[in-house]
């Protein structure tokens, strides 16, 4: 059975302390009402300020950039390092979109492709694990397609009650539920009874259930093994899946075709196979996917940080 976390209202939210987080949300909401070009607009400044003032957090950038594609031209990679950091300001107003706006205006500017696959497993009972990356933009994905068949997300609760509470209250609006990223049981327990799970397994969660696998130039990234747990014990279906904006401001959804293959009692294997898996869905958009996260953090035993 799932478990029941979801975080509840309380007065205690109201506490002084958590004033900061209150007047975030309020601006958060109050920005998703402007018109999409502004937010836009607005969201691009944002990142390009806020960039200056964290300077690691553009370091992590380029590192990251450098260790995944070193043959990429230096002009290639300055304009990509860029684009990023527009997007990187535009994932606040993206957050605001998925939490606050109605289904009629998400469904205004997001497109769905595949939908069809997931409609048939559903038929089937199939339990699908949806494979994500953790572009700027996958709240709003996670959204849009809940308008259409609901699905539960695999989140962090905050250690900030009250902004778990809003991130909760957003992140479950049209999915049925979420689950805490560490409660394994209810993960399993939902695709063994044919649920649709998100699952993004593209970060460095650390040692714990982990195995090294390459992943674009680096040889040896600290890979969830995660993924094999849940696919070898509930023979569910993986459907990786991108979220892109084009130039004009309008997002695709693209479920792509389940995958075949994949490795199974293979933890190792199966962690090289996932890689595979997130690097198509990087390089859909490039520069979309969250960069600012110091991905390669964890080394094998003996091997230096790669981050100065």
Not at 33 to 44: A, D
Not at 173 to 178: A, K, V
Not at 182 to 198: F, P, Y
Not at 240 to 262: I, N, S, W
Request: proline share 4%; glycine share 6%; with cysteine.
């Amino acid at each position: 059975m799932i478990k029941n976390n979801t975080p509840k209202f309380a007065l205690s939210l109201l506490h002084p302390r958590y004033w900061g987080t209150l007047i975030l949300v309020g601006v958060m909401y109050l920005l998703s009402c402007l018109p999409y070009s502004w937010q836009l607009t607005m969201g691009k400044s944002i990142g390009r300020l806020a960039i200056k003032l964290m300077k690691k957090r553009r370091r992590t950038i380029e590192r990251n950039l450098e260790l995944c594609f070193p043959t990429m031209l230096a002009e290639d990679k300055q304009r990509l390092i860029a684009e990023n950091i527009d997007n990187t300001g535009m994932g606040l107003f993206e957050t605001g979109m998925a939490w606050f706006w109605s289904d009629e205006r998400v469904n205004r500017h997001v497109t769905i492709v595949g939908l069809e696959q997931m409609e048939q497993l559903a038929k089937e009972g199939k339990g699908v694990l949806m494979v994500a990356v953790h572009s700027m933009n996958l709240e709003l994905g996670a959204r849009a397609f809940g308008i259409k068949m609901s699905g539960m997300g695999v989140y962090r609760p905050n250690s900030n009650p009250c902004f778990d509470y809003f991130q909760y209250l957003g992140r479950s609006r049209s999915n049925r539920t979420l689950i805490d990223r560490k409660d394994v049981k209810s993960m399993l327990h939902a695709l063994k009874t044919g649920e649709r799970v998100w699952y993004a397994p593209d970060h460095d969660y650390g040692r714990r259930r982990s195995t090294f696998a390459p992943l674009f130039a680096v040889e040896q990234a600290c890979t969830t093994t995660g993924t094999s747990l849940l696919v070898d014990n509930t023979d569910c279906v993986i459907v990786p899946f991108t979220m892109v904006r084009d130039d004009k401001g309008h997002y695709t959804l693209t479920l792509r075709k389940a995958v075949e293959d994949f490795p199974k009692k293979d933890p190792d294997a199966a962690a090289a196979f996932i890689n595979k898996i997130v690097e198509e869905s990087i390089m859909a958009a490039p520069s979309q996917y969250m960069w600012l996260h110091r991905r390669f953090k964890t080394r094998p035993e003996g091997q230096e940080c790669l981050y100065k």
